[in-house]
C-alpha cells in the first residue's frame, strides 16, 4: 500500500552548493556543442592544428587554415570580403590580417550563448536578450574571453530585467504593452553594456586574474593534485559542478587559447578513477555490487555517465580515498608530462577525452591516456585493498536491513551497506529470485508499492531529473521508454530534464536518492521516486505495472 508524507524542506550546505552548481551547469552544458565546434576549429585551422602551416603531420592546407584559423595576410591571399584587422608580426610590421574563426568564436559567440543561456534560466527569453546586450559590454570592456563575465553578469541582467518589469506589471495601458517591453528592455540593455563596460569589465578581469594566480601557484608548487582532495569527494555527492563550470571550465577555456590545451578540463572529467573504482569491485566486491559493476564501467567509461559509480563508493566510504589517490595520481601524470585538453570533454568519456586530446598532438594524447591508465590503476589497487580488507565484514552484512541502508545513502552518509541494499536486491531479480518491495525506496515513503495514493493518480508525463538533465536523467529516461513501450502501452511520455527546469507539469518525477529533496521543493505536486541507479532500478517494473493498470482500468 503506498504512503505519503509531508515533503522535507531541503536546506543546508550541501543543496545550496548543488543548486549553485546546477545553475552554472545548466549555463554551459547546453552549449558544449558550440565549445566542441570551438575545439575542432581550433584543432584543424590553428598554425600548430591538423591542417596549420606548422602540421604535425605536414597535411598544411594552405590558405584555407590562413583565413579560418586566423593570421593570413589578406593582401597575399585575396580572398574578397572575409574579415580581417591589423596583425602584428614579429618584427612589429603589421598588415592586413584575417580574422578566422577561433579568435571571435571564443571572444563573442561562446560568452554571449552562455550569457543568453543564463538570462533565459532566471527570465525566460527577454532575460536572456538583455543578457546578452549586457555581456556584450563587458566583452568588449576586456582583452581576455570573458567566460566568468558571461556567467555573473548574464544572469545579473536578467534578474534587474525581472525587478523593473514587477514596478509597472498591470499599470501599461491596453495597446502599449508592445511598445513599453521592447524600449525598456532596449534602454535597460543599453545601460548594463555601459556599466559591464566601464565598472564590471575591470571587476572581472581582476577575479580573473586572481582565480589565475591560484592556479599558477598550484601549478608552480606542484600543488595542482591536492585539488583532488576537494574534487573526488565532491563528485560523490554531486557538488563538482561548482566546481568544474564556475572555475576549471572559464580558466582552462583560457589556458586553451593561450597554449592550445588545458590541465583544468582534465581534473575532474578524467574517467581514470571511476574505472579503477569499477574494476575493484569487479574483481574484490561482494554480492550485487561484484554483479552489476562490469555493466557500469561500460556505462561510465565509454558512455560518460560518471554518476554510475557513486553509489559504489557510498557503500564503501574508505573507497574515495581510492577515489583521490587515482585523481590526484592522474593529475600529477598530465602536470609532469604536460598533458590537457583542447576544449572540456562532456560527458567525461573516453571518447569526447580522446577527441578533445588529440588536438593538441598525437604526443598530448599519449600523455593523456597514460594519466587515464594512472588514474584507473592506482584507484583500483587502493580501492582492491580496502574492498579486500573488509570483504569477511561486507559478506556478514548482506542480511542488514535495506530500509536503513537507503537512508543512509539518500542522506550521503554513505553507511558500509547503504548502496549494497539496493544493488544487491538488483542482482537478485536479475536471477528471477528474490523481491523489490525494499529496492531503491524513496526515503520517504512516497512510493512503497502498487496502489494507494499513487494509483489515484494518472500517470501521463514521467520525467528523470537529474543536475544538468542531460547525462544520466537521459540514460534513466531511454530504459523506462523502452519498458513502456516493450509493455504495449501508448499515451504516456517519458522525457529528461534539469531539476532547475521541472515546472510542476509532470506527473511523475525519478531522481536519483540525494536529489529528491530539491526535485520536491522544484515540483511538489507530482509523484516521487527516489531510485538509486537510473540504469537498472527494480522500481521501473513497479512503474509500468502501475501505468498499464491506469489504462487497462479506463
Given at each position: ?293 562490469p555493466g557500469a564501467i561500460i556505462i561510465q567509461f565509454l558512455g560518460g ?250
Amino acid at each position: 500500500m503506498t504512503t505519503t508524507s509531508a515533503t522535507k524542506k531541503p536546506g543546508g550546505a550541501r543543496i545550496a552548493v548543488q543548486r549553485f552548481g546546477t545553475f552554472l551547469s545548466g549555463m554551459i552544458m547546453p552549449n558544449i556543442a558550440a565549445f566542441i565546434a570551438w575545439g575542432f576549429i581550433t584543432m584543424l585551422f590553428i598554425p600548430a592544428g591538423f591542417f596549420g602551416a606548422n602540421s604535425p603531420f605536414g597535411w598544411h592546407w594552405a590558405p584555407v587554415a590562413e583565413i579560418l584559423g586566423g593570421g593570413g595576410d589578406a593582401a597575399v591571399i585575396n580572398w574578397p570580403g572575409a574579415m580581417t584587422a591589423l596583425t602584428a608580426t614579429e618584427d612589429g610590421s603589421t598588415y592586413q590580417g584575417y580574422v578566422g574563426l577561433v579568435s571571435v568564436m571564443i571572444t563573442y559567440l561562446l560568452p554571449l550563448l552562455i550569457a543568453n543561456t543564463g538570462g533565459r534560466i532566471v527570465y525566460g527569453a527577454r532575460g536572456g536578450v538583455v543578457a546578452t546586450i549586457a555581456v556584450m559590454g563587458v566583452i568588449v570592456g576586456t582583452n581576455i574571453p570573458m567566460f566568468l563575465g558571461a556567467m555573473i553578469m548574464g544572469p545579473l541582467a536578467a534578474w534587474i530585467t525581472k525587478q523593473m518589469d514587477k514596478l509597472w506589471d498591470g499599470k501599461i495601458r491596453p495597446g502599449f504593452e508592445m511598445l513599453v517591453n521592447n524600449f525598456s528592455a532596449g534602454i535597460l540593455g543599453m545601460v548594463l553594456a555601459i556599466v559591464g563596460f566601464f565598472a564590471f569589465g575591470p571587476v572581472f578581469l581582476g577575479i580573473s586574474a586572481v582565480l589565475g594566480s591560484i592556479v599558477a601557484f598550484l601549478v608552480q608548487f606542484n600543488l595542482l593534485p591536492v585539488l583532488s582532495i576537494i574534487v573526488e569527494p565532491a563528485k560523490v555527492l554531486f557538488l563538482n559542478n561548482a566546481i568544474n563550470h564556475g572555475v576549471f571550465t572559464p580558466l582552462g577555456i583560457e589556458q586553451a587559447a593561450e597554449s592550445g590545451k588545458s590541465i583544468l578540463f582534465l581534473i575532474e572529467a578524467n574517467p581514470g578513477p571511476g574505472l579503477g573504482l569499477l574494476l575493484a569491485f569487479t574483481f574484490f566486491g561482494v554480492g550485487a555490487a561484484k554483479a552489476s559493476a562490469p555493466g557500469a564501467i561500460i556505462i561510465q567509461f565509454l558512455g560518460g555517465i560518471h554518476e554510475i559509480y557513486f553509489p559504489y563508493a557510498l557503500a564503501k566510504p574508505m573507497t574515495i580515498l581510492a577515489l583521490i589517490a587515482g585523481g590526484a595520481s592522474g593529475v600529477a601524470t598530465n602536470m609532469i608530462f604536460q598533458g590537457g585538453l583542447a576544449f572540456p570533454a562532456a560527458p567525461g568519456s573516453i571518447i569526447a577525452v580522446t577527441v578533445a586530446a588529440i588536438g593538441a598532438g598525437p604526443a598530448n594524447l599519449l600523455v593523456v591516456y597514460l594519466s587515464v591508465v594512472v588514474a584507473a590503476v592506482v584507484t583500483f589497487l587502493v580501492a582492491g585493498v580496502i574492498l579486500r580488507a573488509s570483504r569477511k565484514r561486507d559478506l556478514e552484512a548482506e542480511g542488514d536491513s535495506f530500509a536503513a541502508a537507503i537512508d543512509q545513502t539518500a542522506a550521503n552518509k554513505g553507511k558500509e551497506s547503504s548502496a549494497l541494499g539496493a544493488l544487491r536486491t538488483r542482482a537478485a531479480g536479475t536471477t528471477g529470485s528474490g523481491t523489490t518491495d525494499s529496492a531503491d525506496r524513496d526515503v520517504e515513503g512516497a512510493l512503497g508499492g502498487l496502489g494507494g495514493g499513487v494509483a489515484t493518480k494518472q500517470l501521463n508525463n514521467i520525467v528523470f531529473a537529474c543536475d544538468a538533465g542531460m547525462g544520466s536523467s537521459a540514460m534513466g529516461a531511454s530504459v523506462l521508454r523502452n519498458k513502456i513501450k516493450k509493455a504495449g502501452i501508448d499515451g504516456v511520455t517519458v522525457t529528461n530534464q534539469a531539476i532547475a527546469n521541472l515546472d510542476g507539469s509532470a506527473d511523475l518525477v525519478i531522481t536519483q536518492n540525494q536529489l529528491t529533496d530539491r526535485a520536491k521543493a522544484q515540483s511538489p505536486d507530482s509523484v516521487h521516486v527516489s531510485v538509486d541507479n537510473f540504469m537498472n532500478s527494480p522500481r521501473y517494473d513497479e512503474v509500468v505495472q502501475m501505468v498499464r493498470e491506469q489504462h487497462e482500468a479506463k
